[in-house]
């Protein structure tokens, strides 16, 4: 069975893509955050792997072909950027200042708590890019020689989390101002923040979508600070 | 046919970013230098939105899919990963509550004193 599938590109990929799909099937039915079918088509996917004694090896040998669009991905990202460009022109001084303010809150917290925990340097580096959104964080990982499955499985928790809790923390911290709101869902938990801030109000998904870039750029340029810290 | 004069824009961006990776000493990956020059395109308008966009939001709505590679790549490194599962949460929480707050509270400071400002110039 090995033998065959490594000399399949196919299997990898098709794999991915059917579980990914049954993912976001159960998201629509459940309605539950925590239901993220990134999450579900990986752990079904590994289970299938692990099942059927597939390394992963022969499973990437098809699925690595789905990572080469990760850059024009990225380049894509500027138009949705774009989009807001009224938002930035309105509010540039509290965009990009609270922004970067969230950016050395998520380095500086994540320094501290990796200190606390004891973290070695490359799983301290692997989480750093946690707070933004995965095609830049991974691309900061990388760089770093961190370990990409931590990063996305940070981004992943952070983002659901973000999801889950913005309209309660919103109540709780007295952020009423609907500029601020998006600005703090999207700096702190990038697209599946965004998703929440898109049905809280129409100001709110556009602020939140542009934090999402400019979080991420602004993290590519301060995160050189703290990678040598541990 | 738009949509193969998209994707050409955005791979040969792509392609003029991983040159750009290559050649500067600078540890930013390929990806970054490739969304800045989208965005100094799309800004001085050298490239037109609707020359990019339909592709573009393809290529968006597909995102998630291509981050299920490397995240199954935690199939090799199991018992590190066990180490890391609290840490990993009790960080991603902590540290989500800690941006929240800080970037709302700042922003709503400053929207608030911008309306302040403006309240006093109608005076």
Not at chain 1, 6 to 12: A, P, T, Y
Not at chain 1, 137 to 152: L, N
Not at chain 1, 154 to 168: F, K
Request: with cysteine; charged share 15%; net charge positive.
């Amino acid at each position: 069975m090995n033998e065959m599938l490594r000399e399949s590109i196919f299997f990898g990929a098709a794999i991915s893509l059917l579980f990914y799909q049954v993912g976001m099937y159960i998201q629509k039915k459940t309605k539950f955050s925590l239901a993220n079918p990134l999450l579900i088509a990986v752990i079904l996917i590994i289970g299938v792997l692990l099942v059927l004694d597939i390394d992963y090896d022969t499973y990437n040998n098809g699925a690595k072909y789905i990572q080469y669009f990760l850059t024009p991905v990225t380049v894509s990202l500027a138009v949705p950027l774009y989009r807001q460009l009224n938002y930035i022109k309105k509010y540039p001084v509290a965009v990009f200042v609270s922004i970067t303010m969230g950016v050395f809150m998520a380095l500086g917290s994540i320094y501290i708590m990796s200190l606390l925990f004891g973290l070695g340097h490359q799983d301290y580096v692997s989480l750093l890019p946690k707070s933004i959104t995965t095609a830049i964080g991974m691309g900061i990982t990388e760089q770093y020689d961190g370990i990409v499955p931590i990063t996305i499985i940070g981004i992943s928790i952070t983002g659901v989390m973000g999801n889950v809790m913005a309209e309660i923390l919103c109540k709780w911290l007295r952020i009423t101002e609907p500029v601020a709101k998006g600005l703090a869902i999207g700096t702190s938990s990038h697209a599946l923040g965004t998703s929440k801030a898109l049905e809280i109000g129409e100001v709110e998904g556009a602020m939140s979508s542009l934090s999402i870039v400019v979080a991420g750029i602004i993290t590519v340029i301060i995160v050189p600070l703290f990678v040598n810290l541990i | 046919m738009k949509f193969i004069k998209q994707m050409t824009i955005i791979f040969t961006i792509s392609f003029i970013a991983e040159l750009m990776e290559f050649l500067i000493p600078l540890p930013i990956a390929a990806s970054v230098y490739g969304l800045i020059l989208m965005l100094i395109g799309l800004f001085t308008k050298i490239i037109p939105i609707e020359k990019v966009e339909n592709a573009a939001d393809f290529l968006i709505e597909i995102m998630p899919i291509m981050f299920v590679p490397s995240t199954v790549s935690i199939m090799t490194r199991f018992d590190q990963m066990k180490q890391m599962l609290v840490p990993l949460l009790v960080i991603s929480a902590v540290s989500t509550f800690l941006v929240f707050a800080a970037t709302g509270k700042v922003a709503q400071a400053i929207m608030k004193r911008k309306g302040a400002k403006k309240a006093g110039d109608r005076r």
